[in-house]
């Protein structure tokens, strides 16, 4: 468990471990009752620095929860994953706070590059919005990475474990995006789905899907961080399609979307 905190209790980017465990107590109650979630492989998750990449899905980052539950709960010993967010959450009242207090930081390369140097375990998700907003039509297909991963990657010498989510794009099924709207309220979307608005607060609630999580074994890439786009997306997309397989594979063994 982290980490380095002053003698209030607190860590350089504002995570305080007593919040997280509260915290905790919800998200585990989630995993465990809610999503039941099963996970795979979580002695991939090594020692020391680690890039942690997942496929993205289901309106709200829940997905980044049920995995940061998982290594605390299924991992010896535990770790906190410190999640990489996007620009515009810290200007949403009490998420900017609740985010910080829980180890999230704003997904800035420093940021990134300094977790990476206290040898903790960052996670991230290369498609953001285009895969967490993405339409139920669309759903277990991989979008666009970003790069800045792979650079810092290499920059810093950190192993990547690539991440598998199934169960978390039937959750809240999206069947149209305001994008336009969400521009108007500061937001990157404004996702529809198929129960809210019509059911006002309580279309909010994700549906009871069956999580399954499956950690995949440390990549490792070597080359100069500054390498040209094309050098740098080769690499990318090894590891898109390390992830789409392992999708593919949950995908073949899933009985069922709830059970």
């Known amino acids: 468990m982290p980490t380095q905190t002053n003698e209030y209790g607190y860590d350089p980017w504002g995570l305080n471990v007593d919040v997280a465990r509260q915290a905790l107590v919800i998200t585990t109650l989630?995993?465990?009752?809610?999503f039941r979630v099963a996970a795979s492989g979580i002695e991939h998750i090594p020692d020391g620095r680690v890039l942690v990449i997942s496929n993205h899905a289901g309106q709200v980052a829940l997905d980044a929860a049920m995995i940061g539950t998982a290594t605390v709960?299924?991992?010896?010993?535990?770790?906190?994953?410190?999640?990489?967010?996007?620009?515009?959450?810290?200007?949403?009242?009490?998420?900017?706070?609740?985010?910080?207090?829980?180890?999230?930081?704003?997904?800035?390369?420093?940021?990134?590059t300094d977790l990476l140097s206290r040898e903790e375990a960052v996670i991230a998700f290369p498609e953001g919005v285009r895969g967490m907003n993405k339409l139920f039509?669309?759903?277990y297909r991989l979008q666009h990475f970003g790069s800045g991963f792979m650079r810092l990657a290499l920059a810093t010498r950190t192993p990547i474990v690539p991440v598998a989510v199934i169960g978390s794009e039937e959750q809240a099924p999206a069947i149209a995006n305001l994008a336009g709207l969400g521009r108007l309220l500061g937001m990157p979307s404004f996702p529809i789905t198929l129960?809210?608005?019509?059911?006002?607060?309580?279309g909010l609630l994700p549906l009871p899907t069956k999580y399954r999580i499956y950690f995949g074994?440390?990549?490792?890439?070597?080359?100069?961080?500054?390498?040209?786009?094309?050098?740098?997306?080769?690499?990318v997309q090894k590891v898109v399609d390390t992830i789409?397989?392992?999708?593919?594979?949950?995908?073949?063994?899933?009985?069922?979307?709830?059970f």
């Open 137 to 139: 039509s669309e759903r």
């Open 73 to 112: 709960l299924e991992r010896e010993p535990p770790r906190i994953v410190r999640g990489m967010g996007e620009y515009w959450l810290p200007t949403v009242p009490f998420v900017n706070l609740l985010m910080s207090r829980t180890g999230s930081v704003v997904g800035t390369p420093k940021n990134c």
């Open 244 to 258: 789409q397989g392992m999708i593919d594979r949950g995908l073949s063994e899933r009985q069922g979307i709830f």
């Open 30 to 34: 989630l995993y465990r009752y809610w």
């Open 195 to 202: 129960t809210w608005p019509w059911l006002g607060p309580l």
């Open 217 to 235: 074994k440390p990549m490792r890439f070597e080359g100069d961080p500054d390498d040209e786009d094309a050098v740098i997306d080769r690499k």
